[in-house]
């Protein structure tokens, strides 16, 4: 058999999703149109902007985002948590992406988001109390509320009660694969993303090997876009041991982390949990935001896999079509059991595309 070649953009063309199939007189006929016609591979999205779903254990609401193919079938999930401060609208490049490709995506806006309030240093989920870091903010009683802590319940939340969401949003009964749900995020949301799948943390005060999974819950694929490594939230050496689910870890040339560290510090989720099912995306010219169509031009790149004569509007462009189609193409491998999406996701080791504009490592 012969040896796969380098993994490309070119080489992974997402298969035309399932078609309910039609019933009544003119079911024939529609079989026939769509048996001849070309092969589809997107569909028109419909976003639902904004749905208060009650907590009533942590007597809270959590407003969450819909972006859907726009007919009645089944569709696998996916369930993004955004960055700190953001919302999630700020990702619909990413989810409206995959929508469009036959996903279901949920998006959570979190307490911090600068929908509900503004910036200001007693909202600040990266200040805390002593050694706390990035652990909490101060309420008005005085006491510390770990926004992180609840960013991971939040995820929690919506994959304990998916009952919930489909009461509160009529178009979504019956449509939930809750068998091929994935779970991501971008930044403090991929660090929610990393607790809800696995990842253990310490925490001062309260004591280490903390966990916030549920055996109860099935998650299928973790996408992580800039997650934290080693020395920070509480995460050290081990913290990755129980991230056994298909992981994919996106990071590039300048997505330093809040200290200054590297774009290597943000690959260690992939490099320090168990082999198999692995993989990091290293995207050439990126920074924190790149991934969802907010490049910051950089005018210092000189590391090889840049791009010869790439202007940083098209290298912004670039940036988010690659983002979009890589994960598209995890997404259909661990979501849809996809066989083209396997082949490009275990296409080499080490591989890149032949403009080096980024490149996939598996273990």
Known sequence: MPTPGPASIQNYSPQRWPIKPPAGIFAAFLLLLVAVAPAQTTRPVETIAWTELRD???????????????????????????GAYSSAKVYFPLADFWASHGYICILPNHADSLVFTTRDDSNDPWSGPQDYGVWGKPTTQGTWKPIWSERARDLMFLLRNPDLIEKAIPALRGRLDL???????????AFA????????????GIGPNQSFTDPQVHIAAALL???????????????WDKLTLPTMVV?????????AEPPTWREEPYLLSPPGGKY???????????YFGQHIEQKDSNLPLQRKGETDRLM???????????????????????????????SGAVVGDADHRFRIERR
């Open 56 to 82: 009533t254990q942590r007597n809270s609401t959590l407003a969450i985002t819909i972006c859907m193919p726009r007919d009645d079938q089944q569709h696998p999930v996916i369930i993004f948590s955004h």
């Open 179 to 189: 068998k091929h749900i994935g779970v991501g995020g971008h930044s403090l949301g």
């Open 193 to 204: 993303a990393m607790l809800a799948c696995g990842t253990v943390v310490d925490i001062p």
């Open 225 to 239: 876009i800039s997650p934290q490594g080693r020395g920070q939230q509480g995460l050290r050496d081990g913290s």
């Open 251 to 259: 990071t590039g040339e300048y997505d330093v982390g809040v200290n």
């Open 280 to 290: 990091l995306l290293f995207v050439a010219g990126a920074n924190h935001n790149s």
């Open 316 to 346: 912004g462009e670039r940036i988010v079509r690659d983002t979009q189609t890589v994960t598209l193409a995890f997404w259909d491998a661990f979501l849809r059991d996809d066989p083209a999406a396997r082949q490009f996701m275990h």
